[in-house]
């Protein structure tokens, strides 16, 4: 990232907001500040006094965060520093219009906008998604419908549980589809926004050009739209445009935690259509699509980990992407910003990833032995056949995954777990190393054991 391109980017946003509203409180606070640097990604705004700073890190500072991150094309963060002695640019006035700055660097100020219009944010794209089987099939309709909107799955409705990637997805397919039709009128908005706009357009005695402006979409993203549910007359309206866009074979793609049938109090009409769209759950990744997640960010800042890190994190952060993307941030930063280098221990010692974790922590709290009882009893056996002598291909099995619980969450050295088990600590060793291999590449047993452990 280039410090004069933020620059630029931040002026950029000035103009835009100018021409919404030049007198609004916005503007006149943004006048007061000047990007200063960069570091990592955050991007370090100067400003001339408490106020200013206190102003805009109450009400504007995500959508500055919004509008450079989309223009940079990469997620930044902001930080805001007062410092009195900066020097503010004065910003230029055209002849006619005293109060409306002068707009410049638009590179092609005739055609339109697609990419602003369209509430997209860049960064979202199909390459830098991570493919698995858990949201394979969610991907590969995203991306038909990008390249043939209108045509097969019209309309598309993703669900799924959060952290997911509903967003990333849906942001994608208007993503590539402005891409290869640069003109075109994408909107992206979620339920709630979209709910906002709608009663705002009726308190301004604009509804009309709410509706018109939906309607005369080439593709239609709605984000959250469970958020509509208490929204009866927002959900009519939906159903409307639905229906124009619909005979005009426009895309419309639909993103809700919940299937269409689950969801309450939406125009009947409207629940109806959705159910005969088509709809694909997105669930949480397996082990091994969140080993590749976890990679990906680390690719995307340019920097590695300790390999027992990233397995540590894709063994305890199992539902929710942002978890793990917040706990790698948090090493980062960590790293980066005290200079040390903690390994495995020492995170868990200080409980960097504490906040992060999504596995069952209830498990953490338990003894051996109550770990154990509750392994037997998910498998349908006997404690004392895993403490027992038995060779049988499935209680040893059995045993083994026991032992590697037991060595992960109990905390217990594996001395004092081959004392539980009456074995010595080199079978807890090669029981814990071979089921933790096969995790990684055996989808199977990485959910048989998920699965457990949620279960104790
Ligand atoms: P949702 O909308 O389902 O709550 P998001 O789309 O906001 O989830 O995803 C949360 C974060 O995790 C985002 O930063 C997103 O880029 C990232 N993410 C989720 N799934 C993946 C994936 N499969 N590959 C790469 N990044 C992902
Ligand atoms: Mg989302």
Known sequence: MDVNNIKKYFDEMIVTL?????????????????????????????????????????????????????????????????DQNIEIDEIEYSEEEQSIPVKTNTTNSSSFDSINYSGLNRYYKFDNFIRGTTNNFAVAASIRVSEQPGKEYNPLYIYGGVGLG????????????????????????????FREEFV??????????????????????????QLLETAQETSKELFDIFQALDSKNKQMVFVSDRPPKELQNIEARLKNRFEKSLILPIEPPQFETRLAIIEKKLQDYSTTIDKKIIEYLAQNITTDIRKLEGAIKSYLSMRDIMNITPNLEECIDKEIFKNYITTNTSIKNMT???????IAKYYGVEESEILGQSRSKHITRIRHIAMYITSIYSGKSTTELGLE????????IFARDKISEKKKTDLHISNEIDALIASI
């Open 200 to 225: 705002s357009g009726i308190m301004s005695k604009r509804a009309n050009d709410f509706k018109k402006k939906y309607r005369s979409l080439d593709m239609f993203l709605l984000d959250d739209l």
């Open 368 to 374: 051996v032995k109550s770990m154990i009882k509750s």
């Open 166 to 193: 509903k967003t990333h997805l849906i942001q994608s397919i208007g993503n590539t589809f402005l891409e290869n039709n640069p003109n075109s009128r994408v909107i992206y908005i979620d339920g709630s926004s």
């Open 421 to 428: 088990f009456r074995k010595d600590h080199a079978s807890i």
């Open 18 to 82: 100018s021409d919404e509203d030049k007198d609004s409180p916005n503007i006149s606070f943004l006048r007061q500040c000047v990007v200063d640097s960069i570091n990592n990604n955050t991007v370090n705004i100067l400003c001339k006094g408490e106020l200013a700073k206190n102003y805009i890190e109450q009400n504007i500072i995500a959508d500055i965060r919004n509008f450079i991150s989309k223009k940079a094309e990469q997620n930044i963060e902001i930080s805001i520093v007062v």
